[in-house]
């Protein structure tokens, strides 16, 4: 019997990783390459359910088309001993693919991590300040976001903010994106988009300053001024407990280094929330159940809304301060680990039955787990399921791209 990966369904449509008449006796949960690959399976089923409530996404064509003039190739991580495709396209969204955003976050976090180190060697440290504002169940997501932004604008400006942040030594800041939803909770205030801002301190001040009155005192005047803004953008005013927090560098060092670790899907876009859903819990609940039409919605909302913003924003000059590399999120989800060993080579026929079988994500589990041979066991297995028609036919690019 074929093996069915956490996440799957084995009766519905998103069977990604699940499908595969080739068995195999590999024992997938004994050792951290395998966990990974399950991990892996799951995201590219939930890419599946993403495809059917965003059908004219580019999430839709993510790894699934070929890329202009290059080959379709399997490659293996000499460190992870994980699988993974190059020649193929990739949407690059950190918002609406779990798998492109699980890639791109691992690598986000080793860039926050390493400066964040280099900054703490210089004699700084690195604290976290939150920032949320009031919202209701009947909120406009784009609407809130507007509004949000408009605040968080006036409050960057401010002279007393200035003045908090010179007297902390702060040379900068790495701002991220968040939202969850409350629609399962007793209350349920609809969406609830928040700021989690690393703010890059100490340079050039007394470290023994920053001790508990001291920053409760900077948190009372920056709440004071963000309570302000956010007066003024429309959104009323937030509580001093939950609009505002200052948190000292070891808040900062734990959220940073869990920042893209995948733990069941772990953090934002990778994260179960605690007090409510985060987006890809929409789609692990439309996954699970494809009656749960909210949460199709939902995601798609966010989606669309969320379309082009940046899920991190680092401060002028903080990435060349720390010989960051500028790269895009498409550059990071495109690229190949560079200790990467290749395994094979998958011809067009051969990946039309791989689409058709929904296989994807088992060639990549089969490669990780058995090597080469086993997969070209699996292809001639499925031989021939990209004629029958079905998701086979989508390797025609409706964009014009090429097969």
Same mark, same amino acid.
Not at 112 to 128: E, I, T
Not at 248 to 273: F, N, Q, R
Not at 308 to 314: D, F, I, M, P, Y
């Given at each position: 019997?074929?093996?069915?990966?956490?996440?799957?369904?084995?009766?519905?449509?998103?069977?990604?990783?699940?499908?595969?008449?080739?068995?195999?006796?590999?024992?997938?949960?004994?050792?951290?390459?395998?966990? /990974? @690959? &399950?991990?892996?399976?799951? !995201?590219?089923? =939930?890419?599946?359910?993403?495809?059917?409530?965003? *059908?004219?996404? #580019? $999430?839709?064509?993510?790894?699934?088309?070929?890329?202009?003039?290059?080959?379709?190739?399997?490659?293996?991580?000499?460190?992870?001993?994980?699988?993974?495709?190059?020649?193929?396209?990739?949407?690059?969204?950190?918002?609406?693919?779990?798998?492109?955003?699980?890639?791109?976050?691992?690598?986000?976090?080793?860039?926050?991590?390493? /400066? @964040? &180190?280099?900054?703490?060697? !210089?004699?700084? =440290?690195?604290?976290?300040?939150?920032?949320?504002? *009031?919202?209701? #169940? $009947?909120?406009?997501?784009?609407?809130?976001?507007?509004?949000?932004?408009?605040?968080?604008?006036?409050?960057?400006?401010?002279?007393?903010?200035?003045?908090?942040?010179?007297?902390?030594?702060?040379?900068?800041?790495?701002?991220?994106?968040?939202?969850?939803?409350?629609?399962?909770?007793?209350?349920?205030?609809?969406?609830?988009?928040?700021?989690?801002?690393?703010?890059?301190?100490?340079?050039?001040?007394?470290?023994?300053?920053?001790?508990? *009155?001291?920053? #409760?005192?900077?948190?009372?005047?920056?709440?004071?001024?963000?309570?302000?803004?956010?007066?003024?953008?429309?959104?009323?005013?937030?509580?001093?407990?939950?609009?505002?927090?200052?948190?000292?560098?070891?808040?900062?060092?734990?959220?940073?280094?869990?920042?893209?670790?995948?733990?069941?899907?772990?953090?934002?876009?990778?994260?179960?929330?605690?007090?409510?859903?985060?987006?890809?819990?929409?789609?692990?609940?439309?996954?699970?159940?494809?009656?749960?039409?909210?949460?199709?919605?939902?995601?798609?909302?966010?989606?669309?809304?969320?379309?082009?913003?940046?899920?991190?924003?680092?401060?002028?000059?903080?990435?060349?301060?720390?010989?960051?590399?500028?790269?895009?999120?498409?550059?990071?989800?495109?690229?190949?680990?560079?200790?990467?060993?290749?395994?094979?080579?998958?011809?067009?026929?051969?990946?039309?039955?791989?689409?058709?079988?929904?296989?994807?994500?088992?060639?990549?589990?089969?490669?990780?787990?058995?090597?080469?041979?086993?997969?070209?066991?699996?292809?001639?297995?499925?031989?021939?399921?990209?004629?029958?028609?079905?998701?086979?036919?989508?390797?025609?690019?409706?964009?014009?791209?090429?097969?």
């Amino acid at each position: 019997m074929s093996k069915v990966y956490p996440g799957t369904l084995a009766g519905g449509k998103f069977l990604e990783g699940a499908g595969a008449p080739l068995g195999t006796n590999a024992k997938y949960g004994a050792n951290p390459p395998a966990e /990974a @690959m &399950a991990g892996k399976a799951l !995201r590219f089923a =939930l890419q599946s359910a993403a495809r059917y409530i965003l *059908p004219k996404s #580019r $999430t839709a064509k993510c790894l699934r088309l070929r890329s202009a003039g290059q080959q379709i190739q399997v490659w293996q991580s000499t460190e992870y001993r994980t699988a993974s495709y190059s020649g193929l396209q990739t949407c690059g969204s950190v918002w609406a693919c779990p798998v492109c955003a699980a890639k791109i976050a691992e690598r986000r976090r080793a860039e926050l991590v390493g /400066a @964040m &180190a280099a900054h703490k060697a !210089r004699g700084g =440290l690195v604290n976290m300040l939150t920032l949320t504002t *009031p919202h209701q #169940r $009947t909120d406009d997501l784009r609407e809130l976001l507007a509004k949000q932004a408009k605040a968080l604008s006036g409050f960057w400006k401010d002279m007393t903010v200035r003045g908090v942040l010179a007297q902390m030594g702060t040379i900068g800041q790495v701002r991220a994106l968040e939202v969850t939803h409350g629609r399962r909770s007793p209350q349920n205030n609809g969406w609830h988009p928040h700021y989690h801002v690393l703010l890059f301190s100490g340079s050039g001040v007394d470290l023994a300053r920053f001790d508990a *009155p001291q920053m #409760r005192d900077w948190a009372v005047r920056l709440y004071l001024r963000w309570s302000a803004y956010c007066v003024r953008a429309g959104l009323g005013a937030p509580s001093m407990e939950h609009g505002l927090s200052l948190h000292d560098g070891s808040k900062a060092a734990a959220y940073a280094s869990k920042w893209g670790l995948e733990d069941e899907m772990t953090k934002g876009h990778t994260k179960k929330a605690i007090r409510g859903e985060t987006p890809f819990d929409f789609l692990r609940a439309f996954l699970a159940d494809r009656s749960d039409t909210q949460a199709g919605e939902l995601f798609r909302q966010f989606a669309e809304t969320f379309k082009g913003k940046r899920q991190l924003h680092w401060s002028h000059g903080l990435k060349a301060r720390f010989a960051v590399d500028d790269l895009t999120d498409e550059a990071l989800a495109s690229r190949l680990d560079e200790r990467a060993e290749f395994l094979g080579r998958i011809s067009l026929d051969q990946w039309r039955d791989v689409l058709a079988a929904d296989g994807r994500a088992h060639v990549l589990v089969v490669a990780a787990s058995d090597g080469w041979p086993a997969v070209l066991a699996y292809l001639e297995a499925i031989k021939g399921a990209g004629g029958r028609g079905g998701i086979g036919e989508c390797l025609h690019p409706p964009d014009g791209g090429t097969r």
